[in-house]
């Protein structure tokens, strides 16, 4: 298995523990206010990393499609020649 294929795999398995975060309920009748407002911070540092983390994955997977349909461009090229 390629590094890349190992980092987009971790890199799934880390939003899906961010999800886990980010869906956890904040009960504000048993937390203090300051506690609260640190579990929601946290919510939101996780959907922002969350979407840093779906953007990159989106970025390395056009680069390999681009680059699986530049290779294939390449040998018809070579074929007509």
């Known amino acids: 298995m390629d590094r890349r294929k190992k980092v987009v795999q971790a890199a799934e398995q880390a939003l ?3 999800d886990k975060v980010i869906r ?3 009960d504000l009748v048993e937390l203090d206010p300051e506690k609260a407002k640190t579990a929601a911070q ?3 540092v996780a959907i922002e ?3 840093k983390i779906i953007e990159k994955i ?3 997977n056009e680069k390999k499609n681009t680059n699986v349909k530049s290779e294939a461009f390449i040998g018809v090229e070579d074929r007509l020649k």
Do not use: G, R
């Open 16 to 18: 899906i523990e961010l």
């Open 24 to 26: 956890q309920k904040i």
């Open 42 to 44: 946290a919510k939101w």
């Open 49 to 51: 990393d969350s979407l």
């Open 58 to 60: 989106e970025e390395i």
